[in-house]
């Protein structure tokens, strides 16, 4: 408890121009055009794929489930709307690459009719394990953009006995605003789904942190937090990446975690409010998720806004009604702008972890020429997690990625921090994510060629065993006939 | 409608609005006012040793890029031979001969920095190590400090006398030079006089303003100082470096001088000085070749200091910052070996936390 007096210290980060304004004091847009066709990605998350039970042709109701969790990691899709189910095959994903992997295509038919279900009175009679369920069940992940499906998280929390689950409400990122929003707009839901998230975890406190400059937003989450003494809702400083969870989490309580742990190992949980949101609506309404809120910013959007979409809404029905100026985009960016991917194209679909998509203009990228690095080390004073980003380039530039691993390459979580500090416009995390890459595929390549001495080995042992096997039974038929023989001898002779 | 943009791109996708370029602008600014009073303390022939020192930084650049097979503009407008050739022209004598800036800036940009690869390889200060390269090599001429001479003051030389100092070199030479007041001490120090004695004339404030012999652009504290101040507010520099050399020398200074006050000069004077200024917060400071940690930083700083200190005081030399700054570039690599930032989640040594027990 007495760390919470004590004035924790942030590490590095960077404090970049926010952009947040624009989209974050007008109202949720709620009326963007159901589309014709929703794009609905089996994998939405961390972990297995949903593994689909509808057949191509079939009609289906708005909340009716799709495809099924499939694992211990793993989250069910549902229909996002009523329809016919037109094809389950490869379509581009919402990556970088925009690489086929597994789809639902589903056409709407405008009705929008929901599946009859029941709702339960009090949720609060449930048992806590009750609540776990029901939240994997209404497909919920992380939607701060982990993707890490709720409710194991959830279990995680209850099983370890955590003291202190955060709600984050950072949103650091510069551009966005879809949390601000729907912390101003639906602060009681929010609370709600967070007093439902204590009850499931068995966890006493609560803590949301809102980063200063949200003031609204921490206003009406305050309010809406009065009568309930578990949960307090604070304010932090600005200053990117506060909501990194490591971050936060030192920030509050003013715990590590350690290398390899989950947090839920030093008693605490993180969830978004996002999340907390989705929770409220799946355990009050039993509605699982099937839309978001997102932002839709940058400088060639016509009308910026926060919009409430259906997921597998394509992208490009998206910037076509917030008359997103094709001539002036320079760059798609699904997510903030510093963590956020560059998108191939518009013509994939939003999706449980799309908080965001920018459009923008070249003025407001950085600038790509690339120079000399001058060894500024402002790359190592922003770096939030202790590492030297000058040093691991260099060691990645000549390929040596194995001493690029032994000074932390491991521990970069892509945050962005350098590349936007870089004076030299070095782009470090490309280094990173491209030198992280290759890493993986040579313990692959290297486990496999393992796998495969193993099995040659074996495979001579086996054949060893057989030669020697059938020696052995040579030798013991030789030895019989000699046998034999002999006793023909004897015979012969006493004869 | 459908948008294709190219050019698939990861992490931070915008950025903070300051360029290499931008960074050696802020440092030349910082250093212009106590470079423009230093021309005009030493004339006509200071301006031409500038220029001539400048330009020449500029063309052995220009002609090491093209050597390597790539245009010289890009990598000229990055400002760091403008930079390497105007901190070397700082630190000469202000009357020097025009040879003396030639040589100096093919020694700091040939020698210094391209021989290892250009901007960022290089292991030494180009600047310092081109004028410790001239100081062995040419020592008359380094030594041979100008008085005082403003320009447009009757008894200063013109611009045709400039022309005849800078190309052929001082006739009577006595008669226009004398010792730095580092210098005299020295000498005076070998005559077995005190102190109190040998600073007799010696005037604070004087030096203070950097009316005074010494390099061209090293002779006033104040505006070097303040010049060093502004960066930090910038945060172009950290403070780390000035401060852990500036403390150093003042408490190796405080410590000697309250012995032995006759034989050791106060801290006040080892730290009015110009030269001290410019090392520590120009010379010192240059990113390429000190650590790239705080904690780094204040060692090298502190190494400095204490180098510094030894030299001026025991040394053959009656001024270090030279030596003590190029012998810890040489240490750098050394330093940011040991000291590195703790990364997340992971104790000194880089293994993991041990998870705490509730």
């Known amino acids: ?358 459009a923008l203009t070249a003025n407001e990228l950085k600038n790509t020429e690339e120079q000399p690095c001058i060894r500024c080390a402002s790359c190592v004073s922003v770096c939030p997690a202790g590492l030297r980003p000058l040093d691991m380039a260099n060691n990645i530039r000549v390929n040596q990625l194995d001493a690029a691993v032994d000074i932390g390459l491991k521990d970069c979580i892509s945050c962005g921090c350098c590349s936007y500090i870089c004076p030299s416009n070095i782009p470090l995390v490309q280094y990173f994510k491209y030198a992280s890459g290759e890493v993986a595929a040579r313990q692959q390549a290297q486990h496999k060629s393992e796998q495969t001495k193993r099995l040659m080995e074996s495979r001579t042992a086996r054949l060893e065993r057989i030669a020697q096997q059938q020696r052995e039974e040579e030798q013991a038929r030789i030895a019989a006939k000699l046998e034999r023989e002999r006793l023909k001898a004897e015979q012969e002779a006493t004869a | 409608m459908m948008i294709t943009t190219s050019k698939p791109n990861s992490g931070a996708h915008i950025g903070a609005n300051r360029s290499v370029r931008q960074i050696m602008w802020q440092v030349m600014l910082a250093l212009s006012p106590a470079t423009v009073f230093g021309l005009w303390c030493f004339g006509w022939p200071a301006f031409n040793l500038f220029v001539i020192t400048v330009s020449s930084a500029m063309m052995f650049e220009a002609f090491c890029v093209r050597l390597k097979g790539r245009a010289a503009k890009p990598v000229l407008m990055d400002g760091s031979a403008l930079l390497t050739g105007w901190l070397l022209a700082m630190t000469l004598p202000p009357w020097a001969p025009w040879w003396i800036g030639v040589v100096g800036s093919g020694l700091a940009i040939i020698l210094g920095k391209q021989v290892y690869g250009g901007l960022g390889q290089n292991l030494f200060n180009p600047a310092m190590l081109a004028r410790v390269a001239l100081l062995i090599s040419f020592p008359i001429e380094m030594t041979t400090w100008a008085n005082v001479s403003p320009l447009f003051f009757a008894q200063s030389p013109g611009i045709a006398e400039s022309w005849r100092i800078t190309f052929s070199g001082l006739e009577n030479l006595d008669a226009y030079t004398g010792a730095t007041t580092l210098g005299y001490i020295k000498t005076e120090f070998s005559q077995n006089r005190l102190l109190t004695d040998i600073l007799k004339n010696y005037s604070a404030t004087l030096n203070f303003i950097g009316w005074t012999r010494g390099s061209l652009g090293e002779t006033s504290t104040v505006l070097l100082g303040l010049g060093g101040i502004w960066l930090i507010r910038q945060k172009i520099i950290q403070w780390q470096i000035p401060v852990s050399l500036l403390l150093t020398v003042a408490l190796l200074a405080s410590i000697f001088h309250l012995i032995d006050s006759e034989h050791y000069v106060s801290p006040f004077l080892h730290l009015n000085s110009g030269a001290m200024m410019c090392v520590a917060f120009f010379i010192a400071t240059d990113y390429v070749t000190s650590p790239n940690t705080p904690t780094g930083q204040l060692v090298f700083g502190a190494g400095c200091g204490l180098l510094i200190f030894v030299i001026r005081t025991w040394g053959a030399y009656p001024e270090g910052a030279g030596f003590a700054v190029l012998l810890m570039n040489a240490a750098t690599p050394l330093i940011d070996h040991y000291i590195r930032p703790r990364i997340y989640g992971r104790d000194r040594q880089g293994k993991p936390l041990e998870i705490p027990k509730p």
């Not at chain 1, 806590?128 to 982990?146: K, T, W």
């Not at chain 1, 509605?287 to 959007?301: D, E, F, H, K, W």
Request: proline share 8%; glycine share 10%.
């Open chain 1, 1 to 358: 408890m007495l760390s919470f007096f004590s004035k924790p210290r942030i590490r590095g980060g960077v404090h970049a121009e926010e952009h947040k304004a624009i989209t974050a004091t007008q109202a949720i847009v709620r009326s963007f055009p159901l589309p014709k066709k929703l794009y609905i990605p089996l994998q939405q998350h961390v972990g297995k794929p949903a593994e689909p039970l509808i057949r191509v042709g079939e009609q289906v109701l708005k909340g009716q489930l799709l495809a099924y969790s499939q694992g211990l990691i793993s989250a069910p899709v549902h229909a996002p709307s009523s329809g016919i189910i037109l094809d389950v095959n490869d379509y581009p994903a919402p990556h970088p690459s925009a690489l086929p992997i597994r789809m639902i295509v589903l056409e709407t038919d405008g009705k929008d009719e929901w599946l009859t279900v029941p709702t339960i009175d009090d949720p609060f009679q449930l048992a806590p394990e009750d609540i776990s369920l029901r939240v994997g069940a209404a497909g919920i992940v992380g939607l701060g953009g982990a993707t890490f499906p709720t409710a194991v998280k959830l279990n995680m929390g209850r099983e370890n006995r955590i003291d202190t689950l955060i709600i984050n409400g950072a949103e650091c990122e510069p551009y966005l605003s879809c949390d601000d929003r729907l912390m101003q707009e639906c602060s009681g839901q929010i609370i709600d789904g967070v007093r439902l998230m204590l009850h499931g975890m068995e966890t006493g406190q609560a803590v949301v942190a809102i980063e200063d400059n949200k003031p609204q937003a921490f206003m009406a989450m305050q309010a809406a937090a009065q009568p309930y003494p578990s949960i307090k809702v604070i304010q932090i400083p600005t200053r990117y990446p506060m909501g990194w969870d490591r971050q936060l989490i030192g920030y509050v309580t003013g715990r590590e975690v350690p290398v390899g742990c989950r947090s839920s190992e030093i008693g605490v949980t993180i969830h978004n409010v996002g999340t907390a949101y989705a929770t409220h609506k799946a355990i009050r309404h039993n509605q699982p998720l099937l839309s978001r809120v997102l932002t839709i910013s940058g400088g060639a959007v016509g009308r910026p806004m926060n919009v409430e979409v259906p997921l597998g809404t394509l992208i490009s029905e998206l910037f076509d009604f917030c008359e997103v100026d094709a001539k002036q985009t320079a760059r798609i960016i699904m997510g903030g702008p510093m963590m956020g991917d560059a998108l191939p194209h518009t013509g994939l679909p939003t999706v449980k972890a799309t908080s965001g998509i920018l």
